[in-house]
């Protein structure tokens, strides 16, 4: 059995930041949070990293992220290209210059994989434990052509901030522990212990139970998703884009829901207790630098880490 890959998601770095060295560090060593969550991978048993970036930022991305980590493992890249398009029948709208999503980010990357893989975004930390767990899960000898998925799975309040609002996908679980349902919230708020959310842009709040699982965009596939992708994206190109040719994006979580709907794919969702947390808003860096300083104190990371 081939060992599972760690693809990472960086196509949108370097707009989100302004420029790839505008990223902040959140240590002394210039650590930025891609680092420990690559670091936790590769302690988990993943020996390969494939990036998904845009082409053009290839050259500050291999100078901030990507020369040091082939250092350590083996590095693969996959560019996320409004113009890579399945098939001659389509095109990409006059005057759109945004993304296609998460869902087409991944099917850019069939050529690169050819064995199962986890599935992270660039700039979230995500822990330890939920490294082992998917890295065990994919581990497992099965058929390639297998929809037999899964995703870490974390709980509300270890992924709120005290600095605003978030968005979540809610998982509905059934009593085997296999995903049945992510319902997108997309304002969810730190309540003292609880947390509350608004469906109307906080004009009014319902209670949520802190302890409900989340969805982080922490996944583990066999490589049959890359197909399944390419006809989710087809469709998405016939009914959506048609509807919304500026903004409309295909999302990996609504590609892994369709699959779910028709019977046609399993996920099961691995629990993790570990603490997730990013930088949602200016305000939360400090809170990434004190908690990666709490941990490497911990000894769950040295101090350096390359």
Request: aromatic share 10%.
């Amino acid at each position: 059995m081939k060992e599972p890959a760690l693809v990472i998601m960086a196509a949108g770095m370097g707009s989100r930041y302004g420029g790839l060295k505008q990223i902040d560090p959140v240590d002394d060593h210039g650590h930025i949070i891609m680092d420990f969550s690559i670091y936790d991978a590769l302690r988990a048993g993943f020996k390969k990293v494939i990036f998904i970036i845009k082409k053009e930022i290839e050259k500050e991305f291999k100078e901030t992220v990507g020369d040091r980590i082939s250092k350590v493992v083996d590095v693969d890249y996959v560019y996320q290209e409004l113009y890579k398009l399945p098939g001659a029948a389509y095109s990409v709208p006059e005057g759109r210059t945004k993304p296609w999503g998460t869902g087409h980010a991944i099917w850019c990357a069939k050529d690169a994989i050819d064995e199962p893989f986890a599935v992270i975004n660039a700039d979230d930390y995500y822990g330890p434990e939920a490294f082992k767990m998917i890295y065990d899960a994919l581990n497992i000898e099965t058929d390639d052509a297998s929809h037999d998925y899964c995703m870490v799975g974390y709980i509300l309040a270890n992924t709120l901030t005290e600095n605003g609002s978030v968005s979540r996908g809610v998982c509905t679980v059934d009593e085997n522990g296999y995903l049945v349902n992510i319902e997108e919230k997309t304002k969810i708020i730190k309540k003292g212990d609880s947390a509350a959310f608004s469906e109307d842009g906080g004009e009014t709040w319902q209670d949520i139970s802190p302890d409900l699982t989340v969805s982080m965009n922490l996944w583990g596939f066999r490589k049959s998703i890359l197909g399944e992708l390419e006809k989710s994206f087809l469709s998405f190109l016939e009914t959506e884009v048609p509807l919304n040719p500026m903004k409309s994006e295909h999302y990996l979580p609504t590609a892994v829901q369709e699959l779910l709907k028709k019977n046609e794919a399993t996920v099961r969702v691995l629990r993790s207790r570990d603490k997730w947390f990013g930088v949602t808003y200016k305000e939360d860096k400090e809170n990434v630098v004190n908690a990666i300083s709490a941990l490497k104190a911990q000894g769950v990371y040295p101090d350096k880490l390359w």
